[in-house]
């Protein structure tokens, strides 16, 4: 029983594709899913970062293979796929990690910088899990989209506005693929990270501003990266093959947290 329980969450013969795999989550979920046995294609405008996070899979066994890829290219997003097939087979699961932040006030927010955050975040989770579901459909085999939005695309703060009405759209736009490619088996869920600290919010955490911010959520602290190592795994493996459309929050309790 305990086997067969596990086995659900084995990924070998699978093909992952992780966007935004040179840094933060992206880096550390190419890790995860490489460890249940995943192939993994790693994809990232940096391709020095990405080269050597595949030779460390490489190093433990697994199988990795770098391309570059700009999520707000049509043609790159296509190359990544023709590189991936090419690797290792059709992509089975794609982890829509991809995302950038820029902080400012609305009515000082520069229309660049919102068309960047909504491009990046919103536009190219249409687009690459768009390119991922056709090819899917065309070699009638099922898969799963992981997107990755917020806990902000359900609370409000300042300076945040462009980021917080993109991470919304994910919401709504994975309930949406997950409507129209069900037929198809496409599972399409999201993962909704609260606080956890990367190589760009470390030093805010340390801040007085991060530490008051720290003590409004019940668990008292940010979380791990590896406390998303399940949640991510439940939703890339067959463990999840009847869930579509849902949301999953790992947050510490920060969205239920009292006034």
């Known amino acids: 029983m305990q086997d067969d329980l596990l086995s659900q969450f084995d990924l070998s013969g699978k093909t992952a594709l992780v966007t935004g795999a040179s840094s933060g989550f992206g880096w550390h979920f190419s890790q995860v899913l490489a460890a249940a046995g995943a192939q993994i294609v790693a994809g990232a405008r940096r391709i020095e970062r990405l080269e050597t996070l595949c030779s460390g899979i490489g190093a433990n ?31 089975d699961i794609l982890v829509n990690n991809a995302g950038i932040s820029r902080s400012g006030l609305l009515l ?7 068309d960047a955050v909504l491009n990046t975040n919103l536009k190219a989770v249409w687009q690459v899990g768009s390119e991922a579901a056709s090819r899917m459909r065309s070699v009638s085999r099922g898969g799963s989209i992981i997107n990755v939005a917020s806990v902000l695309a359900f609370g409000t703060g300042k300076g945040l506005g462009s980021y917080m009405a993109a991470k919304a759209g994910v919401v709504q736009l994975t309930r949406a693929m997950a409507l129209e490619w069900a037929s198809a088996d496409i599972r399409v869920n999201a993962l909704a990270p609260g606080y956890f ?3 760009i919010s470390g030093d805010f955490f340390s801040s007085a501003r991060g530490q008051e911010m720290i003590g409004r959520i019940p668990r008292r602290r940010v979380g791990e990266v590896n406390e998303l190592a399940g949640p991510l795994l439940l939703l890339a493996s067959g463990a999840s093959s009847y869930m579509t459309g849902s949301v999953v929050t790992v947050d510490g309790g920060h969205l239920c947290r009292t006034l």
């Not at 000082?108 to 919102?114: M, R, T």
Request: charged share 30%; net charge negative.
């Open 61 to 91: 066994d697994g199988k990795a293979h770098p391309v570059q890829l700009d999520v707000t290219d049509a043609k790159s997003i296509g190359n990544a796929f023709d590189v991936a097939e090419a690797a290792f087979g059709t992509v």
């Open 197 to 199: 600290p990367t190589e």
């Open 108 to 114: 000082d927010l520069q229309e660049e910088d919102w």
